[in-house]
């Protein structure tokens, strides 16, 4: 293996192995900050340009895109509030208000060091799990499934701040708005209003896009001004209080990171999830719950960890089983099928110097990525001192035109534009938006694994206990929601 990396990292040292990968992390960062685009279109539109590449050289160039894309939408989530893939959506909640405080540098520093970092201890998981991958992999079905949902679903206990009423009614909006479309378990269509968009259920993407970007276009063009209030704040020294803050809160780096990394292996819930359950796991056991929301740094590190860490994960069940383990890398796959490799537990016996070529290429897209992000930084916060009569309408129409691309319809922004006016009410209405996003990626998902579970068991509820996995997950649910009680009780025992 030691031979094997030696001749990966002399192949990647050379002016085609450096072009390669600094071609793909480019075209990482681009398709990460425009909204709608990500990772799976980018290397969708690469396929053909690998076809006949040598295997490792395209491992470079599909490598950069896998490091770079994550850390490319955190760059308009924390700028514009506009998350370029919806991972990026929770580093919105508190990147978004440090850039409106003038700390879009300190933002960006934090993003960039925690992305970097968290895609390499990601990598680490990965070269670590892989020899008893089969076993984790085959110890997650429906049951499991379900139990991780609900975990996800009972983050909004936690995440609404001391909004708790507002959260769940927003939650409960969002599980409604999750069931729209075919029934997976009976096949029937419900609430789909006879439209034949519908059946297909709300598309997350074009959701996010109008619930965060839009609805803050509209939010700037009645307040008027800039995004920063204060432009003596936006320097280029802020940068790096945003690169030391990450190993200050290393705790949060490596919890995020095990998150990212535990939910990517498992096929089915990807980037969004483990972002999301990174940033709620942070404010569960914060003490300053209040802070969230309104600029913690906390909750800039936490989901850019897990987003970056997800690709070792995902690696994992793609590389071992020919299970992709999220939509990058069921487009990755057919990368390895058109180079004549199989997905699966033969892979990692014939084409060996492939994978290290991968994760060589992935560990230093991400550095690399990070470098680009902190290079340009100076001039990326500048955008937040932009008058809003020249920014919303570039904004606008980069959102329209990413939520069009995705599957080129006219109604992806309808409903784009449909979630902007619903998120301008709730930001105008003090409702947070955090529980609605968490509820509706993952009400359906919930739904369906929880029928499926019931189908093995015969109807049995007995089953999410008699499985150890489940079990496990269950008693990890309860002290998620145990866990900010107990510090409440303690500090004000302590303040006694």
């Known amino acids: 293996m030691l031979e094997l990396s030696l001749d990966a990292l002399a192949l990647l040292c050379t002016v085609k192995g450096l072009t390669f990968l600094t071609a793909g992390t480019l075209v990482g960062l681009l398709f990460g900050a425009i909204p709608g685009l990500g990772g799976a279109t980018a290397l969708a539109l690469l396929i053909p340009l690998t076809f006949g590449m040598e295997p490792r050289s395209a491992m470079f160039l599909i490598g950069g895109v896998l490091g770079s894309v994550a850390f490319g939408g955190s760059i308009t989530a924390i700028l514009l509030n506009t998350p370029g893939m919806a991972p990026n959506a929770a580093t919105v909640f508190d990147g978004y208000p440090m850039a409106q405080q003038g700390r879009a540098g300190a933002a960006i520093g934090a993003a960039a060091t925690a992305s970097s970092l968290g895609g390499l201890l990601g990598v680490v998981i990965l070269v670590a799990i892989m020899p008893v991958a089969e076993a984790i992999v085959l110890a997650f079905g429906?049951?499991?499934?379900?139990?991780?949902?609900?975990?996800?679903?009972?983050?909004?206990?936690?995440?609404?701040?001391?909004?708790?009423?507002?959260?769940?009614?927003?939650a409960g909006v969002g599980l409604l708005l999750s069931y729209v479309g075919v029934d997976a378990v009976s096949g029937l269509p419900r609430y789909t209003l006879d439209y034949e968009y519908l059946r297909d259920g709300i598309p997350v993407i074009p959701a996010l896009i109008g619930l965060f970007a839009i609805s803050e276009m509209i939010h700037l063009s009645v307040k008027g001004g800039t995004v920063a209030a204060d432009r003596e704040m936006v320097r280029i020294t802020r940068i790096r209080d945003g690169i030391f803050a990450v190993f200050k809160q290393y705790p949060t780096l490596l919890r995020g990171s095990a998150i990212g990394a535990f939910i990517g292996a498992v096929p089915g819930l990807g980037g969004t999830v483990a972002s999301f359950l990174a940033y709620s796991a942070t404010v569960s056991m914060s003490r300053d719950k209040q802070s969230f929301g309104k600029g913690n740094i906390q909750g800039v590190i936490a989901p850019e960890s897990a987003n970056n860490a997800k690709d070792g994960g995902a690696l994992i069940p793609t590389l071992a089983f020919g299970i992709p383990g999220s939509a990058e890398m069921g487009v990755f796959m057919g990368v390895l099928i058109m180079h004549g490799m199989d997905p699966g537990p033969m892979l990692l016996i014939d084409s060996k110097e492939v994978i290290v070529a991968l994760i060589l290429a992935l560990s230093v897209a991400c550095v690399l990525a990070s470098v680009i992000g902190l290079a340009c930084a100076r001039w990326l916060a500048l955008i937040t001192l932009v008058d809003v009569r020249i920014?919303?309408?570039?904004?606008?129409?980069t959102a329209m035109v990413g939520a069009y691309a995705l599957h080129s319809s006219v109604e992806d922004v309808v409903v784009a534009l449909i979630f902007g006016v619903?998120?301008?009410?709730?930001?105008?209405?003090?409702?947070?938006?955090?529980?609605?996003?968490?509820?509706?990626?993952?009400?359906?998902?919930?739904?369906?694994?929880?029928?499926?579970?019931?189908?093995?068991?015969?109807?049995?509820?007995?089953?999410?206990?008699?499985?150890?996995?489940?079990?496990?997950?269950?008693?990890?649910?309860l002290a998620f929601l145990a866990f900010p009680v107990v510090v409440s009780t303690l500090d004000r025992r302590r303040s006694r």
């Open 142 to 170: 429906p049951p499991e499934f379900f139990v991780l949902a609900l975990l996800g679903l009972c983050a909004i206990a936690v995440s609404t701040m001391g909004h708790t009423l507002r959260g769940l009614v927003v």
């Open 391 to 397: 920014l919303v309408p570039i904004v606008v129409a």
């Open 422 to 477: 619903l998120g301008y009410l709730m930001t105008r209405l003090e409702y947070p938006k955090l529980p609605m996003v968490i509820a509706l990626i993952l009400g359906e998902t919930a739904e369906r694994n929880l029928a499926q579970a019931l189908a093995i068991s015969d109807g049995r509820w007995s089953i999410f206990i008699e499985r150890p996995v489940s079990l496990t997950l269950i008693v990890l649910t």
